[in-house]
């Protein structure tokens, strides 16, 4: 068996020919030193090549695992130093009685003395010492010395470059969508596109979508847009806005495309009704009847009548049925 220190070179390569332990950093090392007064290598041009390992600056072991003139952060007991890559190693018998005697995966950073001096405060570190570290790849551009831990941004891995990608032929135009700050009855895609709250979708039967504003009695109007009234919602007692039938507007039907004009009640007020514009089809049911003649007829204070019947079907005030009762009692008098 050779002694400790004269392997072969095959056998000192194998100590650094291994990745980071798994997993994502911090990876767990252990740290010796070497370098500086009194060691044999001090003074030698290191792997990666560029200054000597002298003992007099920031240098660490890890070529292979981490690549030459990578910058390391190397943290323990509260404190961190970050470290420039320039050198393989150490040797396999070094990481091989370090995990004997320490445990883990036993893999070794071999680093400047000054490294240690600023960890642990001894520039002579060695593998029975145990000095258990945290290592994380830093920055390339991140200067060497001891550093406020977390000050080091970890490095980011390159991406690969994206392959260049075709050009797209023109689209065709589009229909302009609705922008946001629809107002109540306008058509919308989203609630995002309504000024005054949510957007009716068309899957929920609306065609286009449509802009409303939840209510209780009463609801906003803008200049340039249908009287708006509340009703309420198909599927529950909710009352939303909806606009009502415009024939300036709409000169058709008094409605935009999908949406028919219907005669509905006030939401909780069913004595106050109004010609509103509502999806076309059977989205209200049986809450809708048809739009009265005299545009927002029925009310309370516009009943008509002709012929003695009211024009909406409603029961004559009792004066005029009085009225009536003493034209036919003068008109038998008279015959």
Not at 133 to 141: L, M, R, S
Not at 306 to 313: A, E, I, K, P, R
């Amino acid at each position: 068996m050779e002694e400790q220190g004269e392997e072969s070179v095959g056998q000192i390569e194998q100590a650094y020919k291994h990745p980071p332990p798994p997993g994502p950093a911090p990876y767990h090392y252990f740290l010796t030193s070497y370098g500086g007064p009194g060691d044999p290598v001090s003074g030698n041009t290191p792997a990666c090549g560029g200054k000597a390992v002298n003992g007099a600056w920031y240098y660490s072991t890890g070529a292979y695992s981490f690549g030459c003139n990578s910058k390391l952060r190397l943290r323990a007991n509260g404190k961190c130093v970050v470290v420039k890559v320039v050198d393989n190693g150490p040797a396999d018998w070094v990481e091989s009685k370090v995990q004997a005697k320490c445990g883990g995966t036993g893999y070794v950073i071999d680093a400047s003395p000054p490294v240690s001096q600023h960890l642990f405060g001894t520039t002579s570190a060695g593998w029975s010492d145990c000095f258990a570290i945290e290592v994380t790849p830093v920055d390339a551009a991140a200067a060497t010395g001891p550093v406020a831990c977390g000050a080091e941004q970890p490095a980011q891995p390159a991406q690969p470059a994206q392959p260049e990608q075709p050009e797209q032929p023109e689209q065709p135009g589009q229909p302009e969508q609705p922008g946001r700050g629809g107002f109540i009855g306008d058509a919308c895609g989203g609630s995002d596109q309504c000024s005054t709250g949510p957007c009716f979708a068309e899957g929920e039967g609306f065609p286009a979508g449509m802009c409303t504003q939840p209510c209780s009695e009463l609801c906003p109007d803008q200049p340039g847009k249908p009287t708006t009234f509340c009703v309420t919602a198909p599927w529950g007692n909710e009352g939303f806005c909806h606009s009502r039938c415009d024939w300036d507007l709409h000169a058709q039907t008094g409605c935009r495309d999908g949406y028919d004009c219907v005669n509905m009640a006030r939401h909780d007020h069913p004595e106050v009704r109004r010609n509103v514009c509502v999806p076309a089809g059977n989205t209200y049911g049986t809450m809708i009847a048809p739009a009265t003649r005299e545009g927002d007829l029925p009310n309370p204070e516009q009943l008509s009548v002709q012929g003695g019947c009211s024009m909406t079907g409603q029961t004559p005030p009792a004066g005029l049925w009085i009225l009536a009762l003493l034209l036919l009692v003068a008109l038998r008098r008279r015959g």
